[in-house]
DNA sequence: AATTTCACG
DNA sequence: ACGTACGTGAAATTA
């Protein structure tokens, strides 16, 4: 529509019409706001409101997912046919597809179990970081405190606008970021947004060294290790091209973190299982969402198996910091969250 | 069959 | 000069 000098192009070379493309171009033109809404209502329409129906099992009047536990390249698992790690809830719309999952009759209840934070926790853990680990012995308020700290002010100063950058912040440096990637979603000029990671590694300095020394033992051995010593080998860390050696690095940093996430988890629900089965509660574990379980709980167990899938959940794999588990019921997915 | 887009953690 | 945040899967579109 010529609405822009330098349209963006697909590696096909097609226009590249992506959400992130079109959000720039709102005010170019009344229609691109239009196109966003019916994505939206087309995606979630066609994923999950049509497509989910057509799953329900004979059998069971249930829908049943296959999860895989050799696909993924950190130790998580996916899951197919349907895809039920991937719910929505970001949106109103989105939300009243997630109400839809309910509990097998009206004597159960969905109870939703899920770790706080956990891959900064792993972080905090594996870098031994002493003022990320202080701030999570503390109890603060993770963003919060990032905020106080890279900002340099008090903990009662922290603005909502610096919270939110310092959430990023965290969730960034996780993957790996580079100040053009914090600028870009923060909107925020790409000096700031180097101002921001630089003051992140002088505040959290064992954290910078921590992810170098990933870079540095993936070079020399070929691969970096999860806690529980699950491997993930990186063939392009020595590649003499920038980009695909940059994705390697960024590997090296992210598949401990992820990695050992998923070695928590996946032992969390071997031991809750049992514990289960060894109290013969008739309630079931049904789904696992990376850092989430949830439960189909008869009601008179639900005291019984909070406390239990707490206490297995919080345990599984201990780190130098305390996990937290975040418990909620329901009588839907969503209400349970 | 490959690519693009977008749903989730 | 160049590209630029990790891990997935499903549906629609393009080749």
Redesign the pocket.
């Known amino acids: 529509m010529k609405i822009t000098d330098k349209p963006k192009?697909?590696?096909?070379?097609?226009?590249?019409?992506?959400?992130?493309?079109?959000r720039k171009l709102v005010n170019k033109h009344e229609i691109v706001n239009k196109?966003?809404e019916y994505?939206?209502l087309?995606?979630?329409?066609?994923?999950?409101v049509?497509?989910l129906p057509?799953l329900i099992n004979m059998k069971t009047g249930r829908i049943h997912t296959?999860y895989?536990q050799a696909?993924?390249?950190?130790g998580?698992l996916?899951?197919?046919?349907?895809?039920l790690?991937?719910?929505?809830?970001?949106?109103e719309r989105?939300?009243e597809i997630r109400k839809a999952f309910v509990p097998r009759d009206e004597h159960h209840v969905l109870l939703a179990a899920?770790?706080s934070q956990?891959e900064l926790r792993i972080m905090a853990a594996l870098s031994q970081d002493e003022h990320l680990i202080d701030a999570f012995r503390k109890g603060l308020d993770i963003h919060a405190a990032t905020a106080a700290r890279i900002f340099g002010v008090s903990l009662e100063e922290v603005t909502s606008d610096m919270r939110r950058k310092a959430k990023?912040?965290?969730?960034?440096?996780?993957?790996?970021?580079?100040?053009?990637?914090?600028s870009?979603?923060?909107s925020i000029p790409?000096k700031e947004a180097a101002h921001i990671i630089n003051a992140y590694f002088e505040q959290y300095p064992a954290v910078k060294s921590y992810m170098d020394s990933c870079i540095h033992d993936a070079k020399a051995l070929g691969y970096v290790e999860t806690l529980k010593k699950r491997k993930?080998y990186l063939p392009d860390i020595n590649s003499k091209n920038?980009?695909v050696r940059?994705?390697a690095e960024?590997?090296a940093?992210?598949?401990p973190i992820?990695g050992s996430s998923a070695d928590m988890i996946k032992i969390a629900m071997i031991n809750t299982f049992k514990a289960l089965q060894e109290r013969k509660l008739q309630s079931k574990m049904i789904l696992q969402?990376?850092?989430?379980l949830v439960f189909d709980v008869l009601k008179t167990e639900v005291e019984e198996v909070k406390e239990i899938v707490r206490e297995e959940m919080e345990k599984a794999l201990p780190l130098s910091i305390p996990t937290i588990v975040d418990i909620k019921t329901g009588d839907n997915w969503l209400e349970a969250?």
Do not use: C, M, W
């Not at 790690?85 to 949106?91: A, K, L, V, Y």
């Not at 990023?168 to 914090?182: E, H, K, P, R, V």
């Not at 969402?289 to 989430?292: I, L, N, Q, R, T």
């Open positions: 192009r697909t590696k096909t070379k097609q226009y590249a019409t992506g959400e992130e493309v079109l196109i966003l994505r939206q087309k995606k979630l329409k066609s994923t999950y049509d497509a057509e296959s895989n696909v993924t390249a950190t998580r996916s899951s197919t046919n349907p895809n790690q991937n719910i929505p809830i970001r949106t989105g939300r899920d770790y956990i990023t912040a965290n969730f960034g440096i996780i993957y790996g970021i580079s100040a053009f990637g914090l870009e979603r923060l790409r993930r920038a980009v940059g994705i960024r590997n940093i992210n598949a992820q969402v990376h850092d989430e969250h």
